[in-house]
C-alpha cells in the first residue's frame, strides 16, 4: 500500500499541506504528532514539560513502529521524527516520502507565534531551531521527493506535491493490481527459473 508520508522541518506546513492533500486524494489524514498526544493523554507542550524530551523520542518510535494503516492515508510526522533512522525507515516501508522545505526565517516567523513547539521556546529558541535544521538536513534530503514551499501558498504546495507523487502513487496502484492477481507471484517464479 503506497502511503504519502510527509516530513521537514516543524512550521513547514506538513498538516496544512497534507489535510489538503488528504481531501484531494480522497485518502484519510493521518498526523502522528496527535497520535503520540492520544497516547500520551496530553498535548506536546506537557509532555516535554512533565515528562522530558528523551519521553517523548519514546512514544514517537513507538507510534512510528506501530503505524499501519488499512487504507492508504496521508500521514504527516513531527519535525524530529524523520532524523531519526529507526522511524525513517518504517516510513519508507509505508510508501513515499515527501519532505517540505522552507527558510529558517519564515519558519522561525511560524513557529514564534505560538507556544505549542518546545524546542522553538525560550531565548536559546531560535539558536536552537538553526542548530537542529543544520542537523536534521541530511536526514530531510534522504526523502523520494523534496519540494522548496517558500513562494507557494498551501493549495500551490500540495499541488507540487501531488505533481511529483502521483506517478508513484500509480505505480503503487499497478504493482497493488498485480499482486492480486497473481502476476507479482509469476513473476517471482520466472526469476527462480533462471537461477
Ligand atoms: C518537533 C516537531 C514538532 C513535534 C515536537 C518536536 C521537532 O512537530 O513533533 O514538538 O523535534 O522538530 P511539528 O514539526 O509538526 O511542529
Redesign the pocket.
Known amino acids: 500500500m503506497t502511503h504519502v508520508v510527509l516530513t521537514?522541518?516543524?512550521?513547514?506546513g506538513?498538516?496544512a499541506v497534507g489535510r489538503r492533500l488528504a481531501r484531494r486524494l480522497g485518502r484519510p489524514f493521518i498526523d502522528t504528532?496527535q497520535l503520540?498526544e492520544e497516547a500520551a493523554g496530553k498535548p506536546?507542550s506537557k509532555i516535554?514539560d512533565e515528562d522530558g524530551e528523551d519521553y517523548?523520542r519514546d512514544l514517537?518510535r513507538r507510534i512510528i513502529a506501530e503505524l499501519e494503516p488499512d487504507t492508504p492515508a496521508v500521514i504527516?510526522t513531527?519535525?524530529?521524527?524523520f532524523a531519526n533512522a529507526t522511524n525513517r525507515k518504517r516510513l519508507e516501508e509505508l510508501g513515499v516520502t515527501v519532505c517540505l522545505m522552507t527558510k529558517l526565517e519564515t519558519i522561525l516567523e511560524r513557529?514564534q507565534r505560538n507556544d505549542?513547539?518546545?524546542?522553538a521556546q525560550g531565548p536559546e529558541g531560535r539558536k536552537r531551531l538553526e542548530r537542529?535544521l543544520k542537523e536534521r538536513m541530511p536526514s530531510y534530503r534522504k526523502a523520494d521527493v523534496l519540494i522548496e514551499t517558500d513562494s507557494l501558498s498551501i493549495d500551490q504546495s500540495m499541488q507540487r506535491v501531488l505533481n511529483m507523487i502521483e506517478p508513484r502513487l500509480k505505480q503503487g496502484e499497478l504493482g497493488e493490481q498485480a499482486g492480486q492477481t497473481g502476476q507479482a507471484g509469476q513473476a517471482d517464479h520466472a526469476g527462480d527459473d533462471e537461477e
Open positions: 521537514g522541518f516543524m512550521g513547514v506538513k498538516t504528532d503520540i506536546i516535554f517523548f514517537e504527516s513531527g519535525g524530529g521524527t513557529v505549542r513547539r518546545p524546542l537542529l
